[in-house]
């Protein structure tokens, strides 16, 4: 089948311009709605489902009643406590409830956009990447999740000669990283845990495929960069065994990321609230000594 014959359009819920922390140079970072993983820190909670959802700030609310009233389905009702009630059951997506709340409160999380749409507001920033070496990175998320659409961007990108990246978490076939070989410049590989039982508590799945998949990544010779977010309670134990598999491995460029609380937040704004745990933040004095310090553990590991 021809490639633009596929899947034409893609959830997404954020387009973040002049990104500099998703690939070299300025960058436009793409997020894809949809993710297979459950991560329990997660900085993006509003991308675990594919579909659009609602979010509701009570506190902007002005209790008008314009969302209930436009909302054809009758899904939403007033509420004295929580402001409102959502039954998803009937909702249909349309987005009436939220283009009639004149006070924002409302928000709908997530829009379809086709090929063309977002190739068009990629190509806005054309001189910034041509300028700063920089290009553009699909995250979510988990961008390879809608395949097709990803397929066929990136490979428009690479026509332009646009540098290009994929965030991604790697817990999909590898016959899905080969179709997109030919057209991504630089994976953003995501690794969690090292032992399975380990990452099964952390993100809810296996991590045999990611670990895998990985592996043969890294033969293709493509460039990785892995990215490892750190939250002491859960995963800092992992990390010499992680440095070391990656180094067996051939992989060098690993970065650490230090755990935020974003995500808690953006969780309770959901109208299907999702339950965030809360750790603590590591400071920058404190990322940089379990760096050192996974290193001089990892050395220990040697095989």
């Not at 995250?139 to 097709?148: F, H, N, T």
């Amino acid at each position: 089948m021809c490639l633009d014959n596929k899947q034409t359009t893609a959830i997404i819920f954020n387009i973040q311009r002049f990104s500099v922390f998703d690939g070299p140079g300025v960058r436009t970072a793409v997020f894809f709605k949809g993710c297979n993983l459950r991560c329990r820190w997660c900085h993006n909670p509003e991308s675990y489902e594919k579909r659009p959802q609602l979010a509701f700030d009570k506190q902007k609310c002005i209790g008008c009643g314009s969302c209930v009233e436009n909302c054809p389905g009758g899904c939403l009702l007033p509420d004295p406590g929580r402001g409102l009630v959502y039954d998803r059951r009937n909702c249909r997506d349309c987005g009436s409830c939220t283009r009639g709340c004149y006070a924002r409160a409302l928000s709908r999380i997530g829009y379809e956009i086709t090929a063309e749409e977002l190739m068009e507001e990629l190509l806005e920033e054309l001189p910034y990447y041509r300028e700063s070496g920089g290009g553009v990175t699909f995250s979510g998320g988990e961008c390879m999740l809608q395949l097709d659409f990803l397929e066929k961007v990136l490979r428009r990108l690479k026509e332009k000669g646009i540098h290009t990246a994929v965030d991604t978490a790697g817990n999909v076939p590898f016959e899905d990283f080969e179709r997109i070989l030919p057209y991504t410049d630089l994976f953003l590989y995501d690794m969690k845990a090292f032992h399975e039982e380990v990452h099964r508590e952390l993100t809810g799945v296996s991590n045999e495929r990611i670990k895998d998949n990985l592996v043969r990544l890294a033969r293709t010779g493509k460039d990785i960069r892995i990215r490892i977010p750190v939250v002491e309670e859960l995963n800092a134990s992992e990390l010499p065994f992680m440095k070391r598999f990656l180094w067996d491995n051939g992989i060098r460029d690993i970065e650490l990321l230090a755990y935020h609380r974003m995500g808690v937040g953006k969780g309770d704004l959901l109208l299907e609230p999702i339950v965030q745990e809360s750790f603590r933040e590591l400071r920058a004095e404190e990322m940089e000594e379990y760096n050192s310090s996974s290193d001089r553990a990892a050395h220990l590991l040697r095989r």
